[in-house]
């Protein structure tokens, strides 16, 4: 009885591998008609028993399902991917076998999907279809994964397609692997332009300098990607609210490239978020001592100090911003802010005198203080209404006209006041 079972399985298995074999046969006839559809068919009626299957067959099946998923280029991304697994399992099974026949036509095939990626990849990123871009860059990347700087241009078209999900997962693995996109570039200038231009390699260059056409060639490295990727990985962490990792990945971008301004302006601006008030200062003046003329760095340097209650420290700041930019309204909008502060704790004063003769007298130079603090607030809140024209401006204005007895300015900021109100 059991010598019978054994037969009777072994019978099985080899009905089995008859229909397995003509599945494979049915769908190399119609990948030869281009029948794609009936191609995928055959084959995933034939996959169930693949894995059982002699080397041979293995890698013919897998070379003919990459062909039907592929299908000339038509298939869909799932399938393609499917499509380019496929062929790399071709390669490998050939490879582990030391038996090759499906080999050199697989890289004739991935030649020619290569291509048609990187012109598809082109072609879209030329009509701001970024996402589609992105795919087709990826898709040669994975053809051709020596060829890292395909995912470099897929991870850049997806940030332009703002698919931050996307882009951090190939920055990420891009970082992984060490990505530099250092090259070596051949430049020359054009005698005509007087301008320096690139050649794709040094022979196409040496081409040109024999023409007469060109000087100054120059063998010279690209710098380096490394920083930009660490870059831009710390700041989709920002724009995904993810502070923590925003800021280990900030600090891993500053030791690529420690003298990048804006990195370390972005590492303050991420510590404030999360409150760390100090640790923003610090980066702040520091960005400062990197950058002193830059307006608008000291500007925040004053925000800073006045949210912190260091006032005079703001007004320092406030005016260095409004040295170096006088056009910025903002900077002289907060420092009128700054100088009227005082006039609530000068009317508590006020309010808590007496009716003495000396509560008067002392009521008297309160008055005057503030009638002060109101003439150096002017020049402040002029400028930034003329720079930047708005309601609530026009409306301090107009108060302080009205405090100072200033009945022309009154009447002039008055009509301005109701003009903005109306919409005029």
């Known amino acids: 009885m059991k010598k019978r079972l054994i037969i009777a399985l072994a019978l099985m298995v080899s009905g089995f591998s008859f229909a397995q074999k003509d599945e494979i046969k049915t769908a190399e006839k119609a990948l030869k008609d281009n029948n794609f559809a009936e191609a995928k068919?055959?084959?995933?009626?034939?996959?169930?028993?693949?894995?059982?299957?002699?080397?041979?067959?293995?890698?013919?099946?897998?070379?003919?399902?990459?062909?039907?998923?592929?299908a000339n280029g038509a298939g869909s991304n799932a399938d393609i991917d499917a499509a380019i697994e496929s062929f790399t399992k071709v390669k490998k099974i050939e490879a582990d076998s030391g038996k090759e026949k499906y080999s050199s036509e697989v890289d004739e095939i991935k030649t020619q999907m290569l291509s048609n990626f990187l012109t598809k990849g082109q072609t879209a990123l030329e009509q701001k279809q970024y996402l589609k871009s992105s795919d087709h860059f990826e898709k040669a990347y994975r053809m051709s994964l020596k060829d890292t700087v395909y995912l470099y241009y897929a991870a850049s078209t997806a940030v332009s397609a703002q698919d931050y999900d996307k882009s951090l997962g190939l920055y990420e693995e891009l970082k992984a692997l060490g990505f530099t996109g250092i090259e070596m570039e051949y430049t020359a200038v054009n005698k005509e332009t007087n301008e320096e231009e690139n050649f794709t390699n040094k022979s196409m260059r040496d081409i040109a300098m024999k023409s007469g056409d060109y000087i100054k060639p120059q063998d010279k490295k690209s710098e380096s990607k490394a920083s930009e990727i660490m870059k831009n990985i710390a700041l989709i962490y920002v724009s995904k609210g993810d502070n923590e990792k925003a800021i280990s990945a900030i600090?891993?971008?500053?030791?690529?490239?420690?003298?990048?301004?804006?990195?370390?302006?972005?590492?303050?601006?991420?510590?404030?978020?999360?409150?760390n008030r100090d640790e923003f200062k610090v980066l702040m003046e520091e960005a400062t001592t990197k950058d002193p003329d830059n307006a608008e760095l000291q500007y925040n340097l004053g925000v800073i100090a006045a949210e912190g209650g260091d006032n005079e420290a703001a007004k320092k700041y406030y005016a260095r911003a409004i040295e170096l930019n006088p056009?910025?309204?903002?900077?002289?909008?907060?420092?009128?802010?700054?100088?009227?502060?005082?006039?609530?704790?000068?009317?508590?004063?006020?309010n808590a005198l007496?009716?003495?003769?000396?509560?008067?007298?002392?009521?008297?130079e309160y008055k005057a203080a503030r009638l002060d603090?109101?003439?150096?607030?002017?020049?402040?809140?002029?400028?930034?209404?003329?720079?930047?024209?708005?309601?609530?401006t026009a409306?301090?204005?107009?108060?302080?006209?009205?405090?100072?007895?200033?009945?022309?300015?009154?009447?002039e900021m008055k009509a301005k006041v109701e003009a903005l109100e109306n919409g005029n």
């Open 41 to 70: 068919s055959a084959l995933n009626a034939a996959q169930s028993l693949i894995g059982s299957a002699d080397e041979k067959t293995q890698a013919k099946y897998y070379f003919l399902k990459g062909q039907a998923l592929y």
């Open 395 to 411: 409306k301090t204005l107009m108060n302080i006209y009205s405090a100072i007895g200033d009945t022309v300015k009154f009447k």
């Open 354 to 364: 007496g009716n003495s003769a000396a509560d008067n007298k002392k009521y008297d």
């Open 251 to 275: 600090k891993d971008a500053r030791q690529q490239d420690p003298d990048d301004l804006n990195l370390l302006i972005t590492e303050a601006n991420v510590h404030l978020k999360l409150g």
């Open 327 to 350: 056009e910025y309204a903002d900077a002289q909008n907060n420092m009128a802010v700054l100088i009227l502060a005082k006039d609530e704790e000068i009317i508590e004063k006020m």
């Open 373 to 392: 603090l109101y003439r150096d607030a002017i020049p402040y809140l002029e400028k930034a209404y003329k720079i930047k024209p708005n309601v609530s």
